[in-house]
């Protein structure tokens, strides 16, 4: 793995997959446990999606990143 390219996704994104496609939330919903609007929820989602289906697709690793953008800060 370590040749391969990496697409990072970040803890707000494995949060969006796990409360949608885990749980199995409507959007509505899992954008409360979030505490962010349901349009913001289904954008971190979409994003989220694709990078996941990107590494499916194209052989990439996939990293999840351990810091929160609070952290980075």
Known sequence: MVDLEEVSLTLD???AI???DYEGLYHEAAAVR???SRQTFGRILNDARRKVSECLVKGKALRIETKTKEDQL
């Open 13 to 15: 994104e494995i949060e």
């Open 18 to 20: 796990r409360l949608a």
């Open 34 to 36: 979030m505490k962010v």
